[in-house]
């Protein structure tokens, strides 16, 4: 079988893509270790249009309802290979290999872990990989936020506006970040710094109680009790296996135009794994979106079709 498209990745950014690409009839194939993406390690979302608040397992729920309402098949595994032959992709997991006109690579980040005792245990349940995502539920409460780049100074900053204390822990000296918003960190009253510091293990019941910090240079250790621990240590761009297919940046993000393009005809990319700078998942939603539109727009083309999506001859009055 030769599917129109195969989408890689079951998040935010592909899910959406399914539905716009089978809303176009297009035969599609989803290929993904899980449905979800990201989502699978957050709590409850509450930056998500139509929802006050929604928990990770219920929207990821509907992800799953929304695929199969939509007739697109789901292969639950991970891509390790994509070729092009004769015009079309073969893309390979372990055991199968598929065939499809276009490829939409939606496969997100992987956040950067700690791999320590409790960040597994704890996951959604005080342990939390996105500030900005999962900040507001701990107004007043007790905070630390691991890292030393731009992304750990950029959480702290945000939860000194929400929790009533924040612990910065940095393993090194220096931050990484940039000068002005290490200075913008030192001035708010809120936030504590522990530099050359490391936090060892998680502790709690069913959720977050404390974290165990030792400091690098004294060898001391120390108990801090928190409500929210935010590891902000990177993100990864798990794409190795684009490498020889499409252009990728520095951070190995792939590289897209506005309409989702990559440097391979018939190859599309949408979200977090693009180099777009903000990663949330309606930005995801939204690429997602226009990636399936333009690989449609794609596919009429190769028939000699000519497709509009707006027609830009129409002016406000």
Same mark, same amino acid.
């Given at each position: 079988?030769?599917?129109?498209? $195969?989408i890689?990745?079951?998040?935010?950014?592909g899910?959406?893509?399914?539905?716009?690409?089978?809303?176009?009839?297009m035969?599609?194939?989803?290929?993904?270790?899980e449905?979800?993406?990201?989502?699978?390690?957050?709590?409850?979302?509450?930056n998500?249009?139509?929802?006050?608040?929604?928990?990770?397992?219920?929207?990821?729920?509907?992800?799953?309802?929304?695929?199969?309402?939509?007739?697109?098949?789901?292969?639950?595994?991970?891509?390790?290979?994509?070729?092009?032959?004769?015009?079309?992709?073969?893309?390979?997991?372990?055991k199968d290999?598929?065939?499809?006109?276009?490829? $939409?690579?939606?496969?997100?980040?992987?956040?950067?872990?700690?791999?320590?005792?409790?960040?597994?245990?704890?996951?959604g349940?005080?342990?939390?990989?996105c500030?900005?995502?999962d900040?507001?539920f701990?107004?007043g409460?007790?905070?630390?936020?691991?890292?030393?780049?731009?992304?750990a100074?950029?959480?702290?900053?945000?939860?000194?506006?929400?929790?009533?204390?924040?612990?910065l822990i940095?393993?090194?000296?220096d931050?990484?970040?940039?000068?002005?918003?290490?200075?913008?960190?030192k001035?708010?009253?809120?936030?504590?710094?522990?530099?050359?510091?490391?936090?060892?293990?998680?502790?709690?019941?069913?959720?977050?109680?404390?974290?165990?910090?030792?400091?690098?240079?004294?060898?001391?250790?120390?108990?801090?009790?928190i409500?929210?621990?935010?590891i902000?240590?990177?993100?990864?761009a798990?794409?190795?296996i684009?490498?020889?297919l499409?252009?990728?940046?520095?951070?190995?993000?792939?590289?897209?135009?506005?309409?989702?393009?990559?440097?391979?005809?018939?190859?599309f990319?949408?979200?977090?794994v693009?180099?777009?700078?903000?990663?949330?998942?309606t930005?995801?939603?939204?690429?997602?979106?226009?990636?399936a539109?333009?690989?449609?727009?794609?596919l009429?083309?190769?028939?000699?079709?000519?497709?509009?999506?707006?027609?830009?001859?129409?002016k406000?009055?």
């Open positions: 079988m030769i599917y129109d498209t $195969i890689i990745g079951a998040g935010p950014a899910v959406a893509a399914g539905i716009y690409t089978s809303r176009r009839e035969k599609t194939l989803i290929i993904s270790r449905v979800g993406g990201q989502l699978t390690i957050a709590g409850d979302i509450e998500y249009p139509g929802f006050d608040s929604i928990g990770n397992l219920e929207l990821i729920k509907r992800f799953e309802d929304n695929i199969k309402a939509a007739g697109i098949e789901l292969v639950l595994a991970e891509v390790k290979q994509i070729a092009k032959a004769e015009g079309l992709f073969q893309v390979y997991t372990e290999m598929y065939t499809a006109k276009t490829i $939409i690579i939606a496969m997100g980040l992987i956040p950067k872990r700690l791999a320590i005792v409790g960040e597994e245990k704890f996951m349940k005080g342990v939390s990989y500030a900005n995502c900040g507001p701990f107004k409460k007790t905070v630390a936020v691991i890292g030393g780049g731009n992304s100074l950029d959480a702290a900053e945000v939860m000194s506006k929400i929790a009533a204390k924040v612990y940095h393993r090194n000296q931050f990484r970040g940039f000068e002005s918003l290490v200075e913008q960190i001035e708010r009253p809120n936030i504590e710094i522990l530099l050359n510091s490391e936090v060892k293990e998680i502790i709690g019941e069913s959720k977050v109680e404390k974290i165990i910090v030792n400091n690098r240079v004294s060898n001391e250790t120390q108990e801090v009790e409500n929210g621990l935010f902000e240590i990177g993100r990864i798990s794409t190795d684009f490498s020889e499409v252009k990728r940046d520095e951070w190995a993000q792939i590289v897209v135009d506005e309409k989702c393009n990559t440097s391979e005809s018939g190859v990319a949408a979200g977090d693009t180099q777009v700078e903000f990663k949330q998942i930005i995801a939603t939204g690429q997602g979106t226009i990636a539109l333009t690989a449609y727009q794609y009429q083309q190769q028939q000699g079709k000519q497709v509009k999506v707006f027609d830009r001859s129409i406000k009055s």
